[in-house]
């Protein structure tokens, strides 16, 4: 067996909710008269961590308001609608059959871990999972401090981080890891291809590659 663990990210990753996520923003940027974000390929090259300086790329001025007030309303937005976001294709099935191959399944996420909790049970994939690990901050921070904590288990090793961000990598970098990079979620492939990690458009073939 090549890894005794797969280590997934949640948003962009297994969920689908890149398009909440930008209509969230936009409407963050509308009640300010900044312009919004007008497609999914403009959101994904200019969408980033850590999360203030993607609104200083977007327009928001922090010298006017703190970033709080922004997040804060961000995140109703994004709550209201955040489970109407489908899975991303494949992802039930790769999980599946990764359970079935023995292999432990971990979620690392940004998002607020009971929140997360409620929703991977709200979608119907809370059991494939051995634990659920989420920011206790609701202002995404706390992922890379997780992986460090992570990266001391040495019976999770060896061990792969599937995820769709720069900072997906940079948390398995964290724990000493492989990554493979999902270029369906919230980064382009030219943004991660720049990287050194295998980058892939399919669940399913990230999937298969683990499991092989």
């Not at 090259?45 to 006017?64: A, I, M, N, Q, T």
């Not at 979620?185 to 499991?211: N, Y």
């Amino acid at each position: 067996m090549k890894y005794k663990t797969v280590i997934w990210d949640f948003n962009g990753t297994l969920l689908s909710d890149m398009g909440i996520s930008m209509e969230a923003m936009n409407c963050v940027l509308e009640r300010r008269d900044l312009p919004k974000i007008s497609s999914l390929s403009e959101f994904q090259r200019v969408f980033g961590f850590p999360v203030e300086d993607y609104y200083r790329r977007l327009g928001l001025d922090f010298s006017k308001e703190p970033y709080k007030v922004p997040a804060d309303e961000w995140i109703e937005l994004y709550n209201e609608k955040m489970y109407t976001s489908p899975l991303t294709e494949g992802a039930a099935d790769a999980l599946e059959k990764i359970k079935k191959s023995n292999i432990r399944q971990i979620v690392l996420s940004a998002s607020e871990k009971a929140k997360l909790t409620d929703h991977l049970e709200k979608l119907g994939i809370a059991h494939y999972f051995d634990e659920i690990h989420g920011a206790e901050d609701v202002y995404a921070k706390g992922k890379a401090e997780i992986a460090r904590e992570l990266s001391k288990r040495e019976e999770l090793f060896p061990a792969v981080l599937v995820g769709d961000t720069d900072h997906d990598y940079l948390c398995a970098r964290a724990m000493g890891c492989d990554c493979i990079l999902f270029c369906g979620g919230f980064m382009s492939k030219e943004r991660l291809s720049v990287l050194g990690a295998p980058v892939s458009d399919s669940i399913t073939e990230i999937a298969r590659e683990i499991i092989s």
